[in-house]
């Protein structure tokens, strides 16, 4: 994949300033883009102070993204005597997305507009899908989805599929069961985008959901974060500097493997006492089998059985630990906590695993807390698939400058 090589340059620093060359023209694009869709409405002299560039290099790539439909003129301000100034924000009707969510039982398919707003969901069963047998299917979805929302197919920017994916024969977790084996041979994204007449990316679950919060989500404007990802297995987005982080070999935020009790439990990826035994869907599943009457974990609505909560009880002290590691090793804005689990066991988790114990992140002066909630729910995933061809089209990449 061609993404891999590019995913590899190195990380930029924070801020996000535009530059004047003509060469870097698709880089001021996205820089203009993305800060329209952060602080949109927004005006022209606004994008300046926030982005470094002429003001001719904003008028002519305002205007030039309105003709192209992605930004909408809001009626003139007129603020002093100066000239009115015009407010742009993102069209949500300029393009749409597809997402898929592949799992090892279903495949859930969402069409999106710009706004990353969910205009069309469909979900079908399947059993483990392989990128070849899941490709007639995701077209079927794709054509369903698209007639049923009106959307010209001109309009579309492409497909994200995300799924339990991880990269590399012999990687610890494609021996595991909470993983989809297949699709992190090159080949299968070609088929799917083949299959679909698209652009297509593959994403594992959790980073899917990590650039669907920072695109759409409580992480909008934050930089620099750990999304929590809390599903049969634990995953974690890692987002440095405005950058999604994928490591080296693209298997970054593989954190449910972090051996978190020496000689604890056994775990299906050959160690013993991985974070994802105590703090995880499965783990709780686990906990629960052992508890006489004691509700599935897919039943839960609204209050916690005393069950649930002793659960929480024990896993939460492993919530408590990884946020010290994560922040004593990457230094993130917060970390949030997300996923599939039901909200009120996450909200749950997140209370019982306060005081956090200490860490660089103690410091004085935090805007933003070190644990909160992010994005859950069946939904989480698929919208965060929909938003990789929207965040691809957006997203300021450094790399683009490093080539020339
Ligand atoms: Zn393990």
Redesign the pocket.
């Known amino acids: 994949m061609a993404r891999r090589e590019a995913d590899r340059t190195p990380q930029p620093s924070r801020s996000v300033a535009g530059t004047n060359l003509e060469f870097t023209r698709s880089h001021n694009r996205r820089v203009v883009l993305d800060t329209i869709r952060r602080l949109g409405p927004v005006s022209r002299a606004e994008i300046a102070r926030e982005t470094a560039l002429t003001n001719q290099t904003i008028s002519n790539i305002v205007e030039e993204l309105e003709q192209a439909g992605f930004v909408l003129a809001g009626e003139p301000k007129r603020e002093g005597r100066g000239q009115p100034s015009i407010p742009y924000a993102i069209n949500p009707e300029g393009a749409w997305s597809l997402g898929f969510h592949v799992d090892h039982s279903a495949i859930i398919a969402a069409l999106v507009d710009l706004t990353g707003k969910p205009v069309a969901i469909r979900e079908i069963p399947a059993q483990r899908p392989s990128p070849r047998s899941a490709a007639p299917a995701l077209r079927q979805l794709a054509d369903e989805l698209i007639e049923e929302a009106g959307v010209p197919a001109s309009r579309l920017l492409g497909a994200g599929v995300a799924l339990p994916v991880r990269f590399g024969v012999g990687a ?1 977790t494609t021996a ?1 069961p909470t993983t989809l084996p297949g699709w992190d041979d090159p080949d299968a994204r070609q088929h799917i985008a083949e299959a679909l007449e698209q652009p297509v990316q593959i994403e594992n679950d959790a980073m899917a959901a990590a650039i669907g919060e920072r695109l759409h989500g409580v992480a909008r404007a934050i930089d620099s974060f750990v999304f929590l990802f809390l599903d049969e297995g634990l995953g974690a987005g890692v987002f440095l500097g405005g950058q999604p982080w994928r490591g080296a070999s693209l298997n970054a935020g593989e954190i ?2 972090m051996i978190v009790a020496p000689n604890g439990k056994p ?5 013993r006492g ?1 974070l ?2 105590y703090l995880s869907l499965s783990a709780a599943q686990e906990f629960l089998a052992d508890q006489p009457g004691a509700p599935a974990l897919s039943e839960l609505d609204g209050a916690l059985s005393a069950p649930v909560e002793r659960w929480v009880t024990e896993a939460a002290p492993y919530l408590a630990g990884a946020v010290n590691i994560l922040e004593s090793t990457l230094d993130p804005e917060t970390i949030l906590l997300g996923g599939l689990a039901p909200a009120g066991v996450l909200a749950s988790l997140i209370e019982k695993a306060m005081p956090l114990p200490m860490s660089v992140g103690s410091r004085s002066g935090r805007s933003l807390p070190r644990l909160m909630a992010g994005s859950v729910g069946h939904h989480t995933v698929v919208l965060g698939a929909a938003s990789l061809p929207i965040f691809d089209e957006i997203n300021p990449r450094f790399d683009v400058l490093l080539k020339h």
């Open positions: 610890i595991g449910g493997h775990c299906p990826c050959g160690n991985c994802e035994r």
